[in-house]
């Protein structure tokens, strides 16, 4: 993700939706991967390690609301 937002503003990072979607695909796959996570991990960290796939859901709703309130700002 560091290589698609490094040294961007945050008007080129809007004008670019193959960074936006690059980004948000990472995340997408991380949230999954955390869902996998064997169960025992997930019992050893559960404030970090939540398997039900909320992180992936929180963080691309929160991706979409930074994105509005951007895009209202500019």
Request: hydrophobic share 35%; glycine share 6%; no cysteine.
């Amino acid at each position: 993700m560091k290589a698609y937002t490094e040294n961007k503003t945050i008007g080129e990072f809007l004008a670019s939706t193959q960074s936006q979607d690059a980004v948000l695909r990472r995340i997408e796959i991380i949230g999954e991967a955390v869902k996998n996570l064997p169960a025992e991990l997930k019992q050893r960290y559960p404030d970090r390690l939540r398997g039900d796939g909320r992180l992936a859901e929180m963080t691309e709703e929160a991706y979409h609301q930074v994105m509005e309130e951007i895009s209202v700002a500019t």
